[in-house]
């Protein structure tokens, strides 16, 4: 006696279908997660300038690696039930076609997880030197400050006459050279090298006070360099966001004050 099937066997295999799917989306949702903890950790360890480098690769691999499980499930999820739904057919039944929108899920899911492996590999985790040049040469900032700070290559007075040079060549003014550390030193107290350069232009520099008075406060220019605890050497100064904000600068006039980012990356190099 021949067997027919009929909707309950159907909607049972769609059921089945469904549930790989599910266990396909949360490999790779795992995964995914695996593998960008392991750059979080990086992140994280690097704001520390304090603390050993160390690696954490395996997990970006072990994240890959789920990823790849739940796109192998999703594709093998669709090609089962593709065949299970060819074997039902043969058996007689009014339902002669498979989940359509249940296969182009699977098939979307497998390419997503595909897309977010490729991803992955070419984000991947970077080598420390890397890490490390890009921390000496990136330049950090803070939002509530406006202080934004270049890594330099050179010693505090290598880089402030390295800055001076560059101001003669420029014929940008050098109003004042403040030595906080040698003024700590002489008055017995030991401070780590850290130098104020105040320079500027009249000609850049009215024309802002004209039109917003109250930057008079923030000019002339000042860049400072200083030494961290760690020895290493910065060149800091007053984003041009910060004090447009500040003083409600006119957009055509923030170019007069341009000048500071470019003296402060030169000086650092």
Known sequence: MEMTSGPRDYLAAERTFLAWIRTGLALMGFGFVVARFGLFLRALQTSQLNLPAQSYGLSFWFGTALILVGVVVNVLSARHHLRLVQDLNRGGSAVRRPSSLAVVIALLLAVVGLAMAIYLLSVREPDQASLGKRQERAMASNADTGIVSIASNHTVDQTVAKLEEILKAKGVKLFALVDHSGEAERAGMKMRPTKLLIFGSPKGGTPLMIAAPSVA?????????????????WT??????????????????????????ALAAKAAE
């Open 217 to 233: 406060i923030d000019l002339p220019l000042k860049i400072l360099v200083w030494e961290d605890g760690a020895g290493k050497v």
């Open 236 to 261: 800091s100064y007053n984003s041009l966001a910060y004090l447009q904000a500040r003083h409600h600068l006119p957009q055509e006039l923030v170019s007069n004050i341009a000048v500071v980012e």
